[in-house]
């Protein structure tokens, strides 16, 4: 088990035209035996999180444990 260090960019629309985009970053500490786990926890986090975004760039950028 590591700990891995992950970054999601979300982007959230106004609806209904979406011409008003917000784009926010998050950071997460994941505990996950694969990078594949981390990013897939850093996601369904992000995804919970975060109901009303577009858009989700997760990325995993190293091992901190």
């Known amino acids: 088990m590591h700990t891995y ?3 999601v ?3 959230e629309c106004d609806e209904p035209t979406c011409l008003i ?3 926010m970053e998050t950071r997460y ?3 996950a035996d694969t990078l594949n786990r981390a990013h897939d926890s850093a ?3 992000a995804e919970h999180e975060y109901p009303r975004a577009t858009e989700y760039d ?3 950028t190293r091992v901190l444990r």
């Open 5 to 7: 260090e992950v970054f």
């Open 9 to 11: 960019d979300i982007k």
């Open 21 to 23: 985009s917000h784009v």
């Open 29 to 31: 500490e994941i505990n």
């Open 43 to 45: 996601l369904n986090q």
């Open 58 to 60: 997760v990325r995993v």
